[in-house]
């Protein structure tokens, strides 16, 4: 790891290209786009296919409804996550293991709509 607010291995992604293997992994960051699909795209799919690449914590930053989902304890086999969170954005939490770290919504205030 390095850089401020790193949480992986820069390596595992610098000079992939579009794709990266997830193997290394520990979170995937997510903001909801204006696109008329984002409901299917943003808020299922995305998060059905991190879980199934095994990716421990999916965040999704909901512009939407201003908030963040913490998505934790992939099910592989079946395509989801175990627990989902939604913390509104003002709120702090400690994301779940192997992340660990703490993380201050109250910037992400201005993404709502």
């Given at each position: 790891m390095s850089g401020p607010g790193c949480v992986g291995d820069l390596d595992a992604v610098?000079?992939?290209g579009e794709w990266a293997s997830a193997?290394?992994?520990l979170t995937a960051v997510e903001v909801t786009s204006n696109?008329?699909?984002t409901?299917?795209?943003d808020r299922l799919d995305k998060p059905r296919a991190h879980a199934e690449a095994g990716i421990p914590v999916h965040l999704l930053i909901d512009r939407d409804s201003c908030?963040?989902?913490v998505h934790s304890r992939p099910q592989r086999d079946r395509g989801k996550y175990e627990r989902v969170e939604n913390v509104p954005c003002g709120e702090s939490r400690t994301l779940p293991d192997p992340v660990g770290i703490d993380i201050d919504t109250v910037p992400l205030k201005v993404w709502g709509r």
């Amino acid at each position: 790891m390095s850089g401020p607010g790193c949480v992986g291995d820069l390596d595992a992604v610098v000079g992939q290209g579009e794709w990266a293997s997830a193997d290394e992994g520990l979170t995937a960051v997510e903001v909801t786009s204006n696109d008329s699909d984002t409901e299917r795209r943003d808020r299922l799919d995305k998060p059905r296919a991190h879980a199934e690449a095994g990716i421990p914590v999916h965040l999704l930053i909901d512009r939407d409804s201003c908030e963040v989902r913490v998505h934790s304890r992939p099910q592989r086999d079946r395509g989801k996550y175990e627990r989902v969170e939604n913390v509104p954005c003002g709120e702090s939490r400690t994301l779940p293991d192997p992340v660990g770290i703490d993380i201050d919504t109250v910037p992400l205030k201005v993404w709502g709509r």
